[in-house]
């Protein structure tokens, strides 16, 4: 059992950025795949990023397409911590932000690839 917890939400205005962190207590991400997702409310849980453990000497990397410019992931395997970097929030990110570690080798996008989830963290924005 892989226990995750989120932070680094909060009520930002339009164009600010945020850093959400994800770290498992006591445990490492070593060889998970690690995903972020977003629940807004009365909406399905969408994928915005993933990274993988590393391939050879490389990370790979996925976000989706309504994301990608402004959502960065990195991972810090010394302080076994994810981090999900936002950039130029817009309104319609509003959503609670959950971190996922999947056992499957390279980028996941799907829900069902992961084990492990968090319980999120909740990021508003609004002026």
């Known amino acids: 059992q892989v226990q995750l917890v989120e932070s680094g939400g909060g009520l930002v205005q339009p164009g600010n950025s945020l850093r959400l962190s994800c770290a498992a207590p006591?445990?490492?991400?070593?060889?998970?795949?690690m995903g972020w997702f977003r629940q807004a409310p009365g909406k399905e849980r969408e994928v915005v990023a993933s990274i993988s453990w590393r391939v050879g000497s490389a990370y790979y990397t996925y976000y989706a397409d309504y994301v990608k410019g402004r959502f960065t992931t990195s991972r810090d395997n010394v302080k076994n911590t994810v981090y999900l970097q936002i950039n130029s929030l817009k309104p319609e990110d509003t959503a609670v932000y959950l971190c996922a570690a999947s056992p499957w080798t390279g980028v996941r996008g799907d829900k069902a690839s992961y084990d492990y989830w968090g319980q999120g963290t909740q990021v508003t924005v609004s002026s």
């Open positions: 006591g445990r490492t991400f070593s060889g998970y795949t």
